[in-house]
């Protein structure tokens, strides 16, 4: 039970610690803002950590944070060959072909009243279907091989930056359309100077969901059939071998991917929306 008594007194203490550096004088300063979150994950990898050993919870229930370390720093050239099965491939592929096709398209229906009615609520139809679904049935279509679940990711990414790009090229006021056009200019060129930057921020926001899409539709659709590799495929037999320890490196990985492709879209975001409001905190 000590062990269980340390794990409370380090979470008090990392509790003590933010609460500080959050009511301090510079709590807005970037080390701060930064030192926080550090602050809490370490304390709460720590306590994991001091609970499991405490408490002897088996290995199949739940693997201490070392031993995530250990099997994650023994199988790095499994873990690689996954991530560029998985996410270089299967993964970000798809997220370009369904967020440029999506882009596309929705400027075509910016241009029609026909498809704006008419492909819309088929989108919502065809989002709200679960990916347990459709992955299988693109799997047969496309074989095992990546190719299957870059369509999976395009399946689920289309319609989410389709819907934020229609709305953020609707956002214009009248007065402003009407205002280009008194300036005589054509349709690309108002599209261009007006109505594209100011659906940028409705862009971004789909570019930013669909990462998470992208990453969660390509791990899934491994589960119903893909080669000897990729992250899907480790975690589904390693949790028939019960080897939850690389299960959870898997699960590691797929975090520090995810953190980094939104961290990716973010960046861009910041760098290419500076001027709205969004932006100045």
């Known amino acids: 039970m000590m062990l269980v008594a340390l794990a409370a007194l380090v979470w008090g203490l990392g509790w003590w610690i933010n609460l ?41 229930i739940l693997p201490a944070p070392s031993l995530i370390a250990a099997r994650f720093a023994a199988s790095l050239p499994v873990l690689w060959a996954d991530f560029v099965q998985t996410i270089l491939k299967g993964a970000l592929g798809g997220y370009v072909i369904g967020c440029g096709a999506a882009i596309l398209t929705a400027v075509l229906v910016d241009r029609s009243d026909f498809l704006r009615r008419g492909l819309l609520p088929v989108g919502n139809f065809v989002a709200a279907l679960p990916i347990v679904g459709t992955a299988p049935i693109l799997v047969m279509w496309f074989g095992f091989d990546w190719q299957s679940k870059a369509a999976v990711v395009v399946v689920m990414v289309f319609f989410p930056v389709l ?35 100011a659906a940028l921020p409705f862009i971004f926001n789909g570019l930013k969901i669909a990462t998470t899409l992208a990453l969660v539709g390509a791990i899934v659709a491994e589960f119903f059939g893909s080669p000897t590799v990729g992250m899907g495929f480790r975690i589904s037999t390693s949790v028939g071998q019960l080897a939850l320890d690389m299960v959870w490196a898997e699960i590691v990985v797929a975090a520090l991917a995810g953190s980094v492709f939104y961290g990716a879209v973010a960046w861009v ?4 929306t500076f001027w709205h409001p969004s932006q100045r905190a």
């Not at 934020?164 to 054509?186: C, F, I, P």
């Open 20 to 60: 500080r550096l959050a009511a301090g004088p510079s709590a807005q300063s970037r080390g701060v803002r930064l030192a926080v979150p550090v602050i809490f994950g370490v304390t709460v990898l720590a306590v994991w950590e001091l609970l499991v050993r405490g408490l002897d919870v088996p290995l199949v």
């Open 163 to 197: 819907v934020n790009t229609v709305a953020g090229l609707r956002e214009t006021t009248a007065m402003q359309r009407d205002l280009m056009e008194t300036y005589a200019a054509s349709y690309w060129q108002g599209f261009f100077k007006l109505r594209l930057p």
């Open 269 to 272: 975001e910041k760098a290419v």
